[in-house]
């Protein structure tokens, strides 16, 4: 394991930056305190970090427009899913999730650390975000009827501070608003996925090697 996710590893056992980090890049601040409802889901998703030419980074996915019954559908995300009833516990459901979307075995996934839950209230989700490393070269499968496009961001990118901008969006509770998000590899990701890299982005600024 790299020096630099030994210093992860043992940072993320410390206080994290949780609903500070969240709020940053919430596009609705009004509903960050909403508690999850009575008949929520819990789901878990995964930072699959790997070094690439010397560059650490991770897989982001654009999730099928067409998938109707996916409420994020058309939206980029972390690979993840739903905890099943078989599921032992929310490590498992985001390695077994990441290996059915992007085709990573979850036995070439070390578990780095854990972020801050984070309640969904359009999907009813309470998302348990993990962070995984692997040395492994990957060759990425895509479950296609979910996932439409793959594509990396590197640590690099994240830290850097101009990455944050806003668009006016139309939801179907809001209409016309500014809504802050992360330029990345030119896309705009927004929204939960956006609050979680928030603190993952809160969490490798505070990194000392």
């Not at 439409?148 to 990455?163: A, P």
């Amino acid at each position: 394991m790299s020096s630099f996710i030994e210093v992860l590893a043992n940072r993320m056992l410390d206080n994290l930056p949780g609903k500070l980090a969240h709020e940053i890049l919430m596009p609705f601040p009004e509903r960050l305190n909403e508690l999850p409802s009575d008949d929520h889901t819990k789901a878990a998703v995964l930072i699959a970090l790997r070094y690439n030419e010397g560059k650490l980074e991770f897989p982001l996915i654009l999730r099928n427009p067409g998938a109707s019954k996916d409420p994020h559908r058309g939206q980029i995300g972390l690979p993840g899913g739903r905890f099943d009833k078989n599921d032992p516990n929310l490590v498992f459901t985001a390695l077994r999730e990441t290996h059915e979307e992007i085709g990573i075995p979850a036995e070439h996934i070390k578990i780095v650390g854990a972020l801050s839950p984070l309640y969904i209230p359009v999907s009813k989700n309470l998302v348990y975000p993990f962070i995984g490393y692997t040395e492994t070269h990957l060759e990425y499968t895509l479950q296609r009827s979910e996932i439409m496009e793959l594509f990396h961001c590197s640590v690099d990118t994240l830290k850097d501070r101009n990455i944050i901008t806003k668009r006016i969006i139309n939801t179907s509770y809001a209409k016309d608003i500014a809504v802050p998000g992360f330029e990345i590899a030119d896309r705009w990701i927004w929204g939960a996925t956006a609050m979680i890299l928030s603190e993952f982005k809160e969490i490798l600024d505070s990194c000392i090697e």
